[in-house]
């Protein structure tokens, strides 16, 4: 595990209070699966009715939780679920072995919880390829199972972490037709961040009601706008999973809700940036406003060839306004790009416009503005309405001693 | 200007021995640009009759010198052509303003030389975004043009030099029909180096005859083998130029040798790997095949994938054997994979295979491989036979230090 304990500069104050969502009971427990002395392991169960939506890793060499995830997602959702995850180890390209760790500790979590087990989901965060000491789950499950409670959200998140240096946590409560829904949820991952997801853990319960298919599509979409417009490191993991579950229990149906919609949004995007401000060596927090593009799609390449560029996060890291790097990354990522159209600014101050250095520059400004915690890198493309904000944070000496040294 | 100026541990002992090729006329000279203590503009003159080949970055904000080559090159050959090249500033992204240096520069070089403009071709490499000082080049052209010699190729190297810490060069020479056909090129370029081409400047010489077109389709395809399979940091530069230029003056026609072939791409790849090997803080010089691929393009998206994953480049700056994160950058390229019939090796020693550790597999002796200064990593996909061979370099303290503080 990281030698690094230092919590991030970019960290918020304290975690949140979190709301309790009825029909979500949680618990988490240490199973010395890898770690000692820590939490490594949590079950959430959840009532009847539920309603369970679940983005994940696109990479061709998933891990074993995550396949067994993806075959039971949109399945029947009268009977109740259960989440179980566990740090440590993401039973990840563990060949045959890692489908038994699976069908081992799904099985053995649906004979505890009186749960089917197509709806038991999993996953895993960890070291890559070694084999998962299953044994040790299953032999907590009945612990886990009696210490099952509305009000552990804030453990559960603290049980998840593996390179983070703070829990994460996020809520909203809307009002809908004179009644209150609540949407909590909870996240892991400072490293391998990138789209589409990343060493990523993220689950979000919501006392709504909203039927299996629609919540899959408004999670799918917003996905899109949140989790894969961050960047830490260009890195994708092998275990990415964000699981979304609606338990109806304040009787509220949502589906088409606008309201709730946003304050989903909203939640899933405090996640996604709370992931950014814990990248691994982050000091600085920046967010990439790309305008103008020919279209969206273009407008998203341009901003993560930008966030993912080495040379601009070092430069930003080095609090040094190059805003050459910048054009440089517009010009590799391959999306359509003018060079006479282009401007480009750092905060307020307009840097670069029509292919050249704006005439009012004066770098002292810009060297002034880059000293602050959270940057905003604005680019203008000239060419059409395209845009799309992607969030990244800067690469500095801290990245290279976590990554250098962590066997993960 | 980087403050590094150790020289790489992967540098090779000493610059080469270049042989003269006849047909060329060198010389170098210190211009002040930016630079102050050195040479800065190298120019080269080449005989009537020389056919000139240029492969260029594909970048949407291309330098206005890449522009002017890119219009120039496929042009007649039957007069004398020149090239001048500035170190210290790049002249990207400096608006209409960015032309009119290059118009001045070629037009005096045209005139010193009595090189037609159409013919004369010009790279800058250095700071983008600041206007060039070009005045202060053409008040150098006499003296340039005064000192041209046949025998100046190392100094020439020197001259192009930006954050390299050693000069490159290379050079072979093949018997053709009894005679020998003589090729020597000299590179710069150590960070933003990536596919296609990076902040890379190559300019490559034969008295071979080879007709234009023949010599262009060439290049195009060697480059595609040599300069696009090797990544510094993923980056890729504004400015890159490779130019080929044949005399003719062994008077042996080479068009369709494969020993000239072969010749010619063994000086690129040269070339090539020596730029990898003055990476901005490398340490380690990294090989990766990639066979078992379902084709070739998707091998070399494997290689790159791997070969541009910040957690991988690290874990080789750590010496640690982490063949798990090999797995993850597979994953995440894109291009087809099966876990399962995955097998990867560190050197000749099997790490994994069939989607999982192989079972001879001792961690230590990984571990000891890893402590090695250049490293090959084999990845066969076991799905076709589709293959590709890249290299790069690890992701060091040193690349931060170098482009956390340089202004480039």
Chains 1, 2 share one sequence.
């Not at 740090?87 to 505890?112: I, K, L, P």
């Not at 391998?192 to 408004?218: H, K, N, S």
């Not at 927090?285 to 998203?300: C, H, L, P, S």
């Not at 395209?386 to 962590?406: P, Q, R």
Request: net charge negative; glycine share 10%.
């Amino acid at each position: 595990m990281a030698k690094i304990t230092k919590v991030s500069p970019l960290a918020p104050a304290a975690f949140p209070t979190l709301p309790v969502i009825d029909g979500v009971r949680l618990a988490s427990i240490a199973a010395g699966v890898r770690y000692q002395g820590r939490t490594d392991v949590m079950l959430a169960v959840l009532d009847p009715g539920t309603s369970v939506a679940g983005v994940f890793t696109r990479s061709a060499t998933r891990s074993a939780p995550v396949l067994d995830c993806q075959a039971k997602i949109g399945g029947a959702s009268d009977g109740p679920a259960a989440i179980l995850v566990n740090s440590g180890n993401s039973n990840a390209f563990t060949g045959h072995y890692g489908q038994t760790s699976v069908a081992e500790v799904t099985q053995a979590v649906a004979d505890v919880t009186g749960v089917p087990v197509g709806r038991v989901f999993t996953s895993s965060t960890g070291v890559i390829g070694e084999p998962m000491k299953h044994e040790r789950i299953v032999a907590k499950l009945g612990d886990l199972n009696a210490a099952l409670s509305p009000d552990a959200l804030e453990d559960a998140a603290r049980a998840i972490m593996t390179t983070d240096t703070f829990a994460k946590g996020a809520s909203r409560t809307v009002g809908i037709d004179g009644k209150m829904v609540k949407i909590a949820g909870i996240a892991k991952g400072s490293g391998m961040i990138a789209p589409d997801m990343a060493t990523m853990l993220v689950y979000i319960f919501t006392d709504a009601r909203v039927e299996q298919g629609a919540l899959q599509a408004m999670l799918s979409a917003m996905t899109d706008k949140t989790f894969n417009c961050i960047t830490v490191d260009s890195d994708t993991s092998t275990s990415d999973t964000l699981l979304l579950c609606a338990t109806g229990a304040s009787g509220v149906d949502a589906e088409g809700n606008a309201e709730f919609a946003a304050a989903l949004e909203a939640v899933m995007l405090d996640l996604a940036q709370q992931v950014v401000r814990d990248g691994e060596g982050a000091t600085k927090f920046v967010e990439i406003r790309v305008t103008g593009a020919a279209n969206d799609v273009d407008a998203k390449v341009h901003g993560l060839a930008i966030a993912n560029s080495p040379l601009v996060k070092t430069a930003i890291a080095g609090e040094d306004p190059n805003w050459g790097r910048v054009v440089m990354a517009i010009g590799k990522s391959g999306a359509a790009a003018d060079r006479d159209l282009l401007s480009i600014s750092f905060g307020d101050i307009l840097v670069a416009e029509k292919g050249w250095v704006s005439p009012n520059y004066r770098e002292e400004d810009a060297a002034a503005y880059m000293k602050g915690q959270d940057l905003v890198i604005g680019v203008d493309l000239g060419l059409g309405a395209g845009k799309s904000t992607v969030w990244t944070c800067d690469l500095t000496h801290g990245y290279i001693e976590i990554n250098a040294d962590y066997r993960s």
